[in-house]
């Protein structure tokens, strides 16, 4: 269906999202009209967002996330007051972030379940949304699950008002954490080479030495943040340390690090893995971590992107080399 001319894969999708009697499919060809930029696309969405069906609820927001309209305010605010579905109230969070500052989200950083608060932090912290300052820096201030989170939160953020905040972490909070601080200060620009090498050298540590696997989760988490943010070398980092890894406990989290990049910064991405000599087995590792994402809608634009590319790029060029390795490699 990736391959068929809009004329003809449009009402298909559209008539399949509407009508067809099996979920997963209305859920897969809304997914898949994602990916042909159409304008018909948004209604489809917006009446999705009404649809008894889970998924078809989390891509309909996460589309409005990528796709901000302050007009639907009002719904996401509703929505946050009623979604409770493990995937579907993210979306409907990020949605509300992605349209900016949202005194509501606010309130939902200290009540809830972990599970759900940890994503109104990271939400925050994606959409550096200031405003979130001073609830962010309480959370960041308590030891406990959401620290990490918190810290690296604010970090995104940019406000240097952190350090004293993150200073103060880095002398008590527990060796897990410190991956996340180190990350933080270093997104603020301070002494960022020290700290992104302590994230190198953490990772290459607990890859070769058990029992420290928080510690190596922290660490490829940490490279993948400063990675979205622009820092090719965390990516080089990643891939220098994952390709030679055989043990599961590293490659899951550098690959689950990588492919996160791969969508949230795609134009860092590409670069690094033209010029690598492993091109193959740096695909390969990316693959694993597409496969652990959920993120459908967001791996469905990266391969609208990567064909897009490859048709606009000049014939024999190693950009559309790329493209046609990625798109074999992917199976899309």
Same mark, same amino acid.
């Given at each position: 269906? *990736? ?6 894969? +449009? ?7 509407? /009508? ?7 859920? #897969?060809?809304? +997914?898949?009209l ?5 304008? *018909?696309?948004?209604? @489809?969405?917006?009446?999705?967002? =009404? %649809? ?7 891509v309909a927001?996460?589309?409005? /996330? ?11 605010? %509703? ?5 409770? &579905? ?7 969070? *990020? ?8 005194? =509501? ?5 200290? #009540? ?25 820096? =309480? ?5 406990g ?11 995104? !953020? ?10 103060? $972490?880095?002398?008590?909070a ?5 991956p996340?601080?180190?990350?933080? !200060? ?13 994230? +190198? ?7 070769k030495?058990?029992?420290f696997?928080?510690?190596?989760r ?10 979205? &943010?622009?820092h ?14 055989r043990?599961? %406990? ?13 969508? *949230?910064?795609? @134009? +860092? $991405? ?5 010029k690598?000599?492993?091109r ?7 693959a /694993?971590?597409?496969? $652990? ?13 990567a ?5 606009? %790029?000049p ?7 790329? $493209? ?9």
């Amino acid at each position: 269906m *990736r391959r068929t001319a809009t004329p003809q894969a +449009v009402p298909a999708l559209l008539q399949a999202v509407a /009508e067809h009697t099996d979920p997963y499919v209305r859920y #897969r060809a809304l +997914v898949l009209l994602t990916g042909f930029n159409d304008p *018909r696309a948004k209604d @489809a969405m917006r009446e999705s967002l =009404a %649809s008894p069906n889970d998924r078809l609820r989390t891509v309909a927001y996460s589309f409005f /996330e990528h796709n901000p309209d302050r007009a639907m305010t009002a719904t996401f605010l %509703s929505a946050l007051d009623k979604e409770q &579905a493990e995937f579907v109230r993210p979306a409907v969070v *990020r949605a509300l972030a992605a349209l900016g500052p949202q005194p =509501a989200l606010l309130r939902e950083v200290t #009540r809830g379940e972990d599970f759900f608060r940890s994503a109104v932090i990271e939400a925050l912290g994606d959409y550096k949304a200031a405003y979130a300052f001073d609830a962010l820096t =309480a959370v960041a201030k308590i030891d406990g699950p959401l620290q990490d989170d918190a810290a690296l939160a604010l970090g995104k !953020i940019g406000d240097k008002r952190a350090l004293e905040t993150l200073a103060a $972490m880095q002398r008590s909070a527990s060796r897990q954490t410190q991956p996340s601080i180190a990350t933080a !200060i270093c997104l603020l620009g301070v002494n960022c080479e020290s700290h992104e090498n302590y994230l +190198v050298d953490t990772l290459k540590f607990a890859d070769k030495n058990t029992g420290f696997q928080e510690w190596l989760r922290g660490a490829a988490t940490g490279l993948g943040a400063l990675a979205v &943010a622009g820092h090719d070398e965390a990516v080089t980092a990643l891939f220098d340390i994952g390709i030679p890894a055989r043990d599961d %406990s590293t490659r899951a989290p550098v690959a689950l690090a990588l492919a996160t990049v791969a969508l *949230r910064n795609t @134009a +860092v $991405m590409m670069p690094v893995l033209e010029k690598r000599t492993d091109r193959d087995q740096a695909l390969a590792l990316v693959a /694993e971590g597409f496969d $652990m994402l959920e993120e459908d809608l967001d791996k469905e634009r990266f391969f609208a992107f990567a064909r897009r590319t490859y048709w606009d %790029s000049p014939e024999n060029s190693p950009r559309r080399s790329l $493209m046609q390795t990625l798109i074999g490699k992917l199976d899309f």
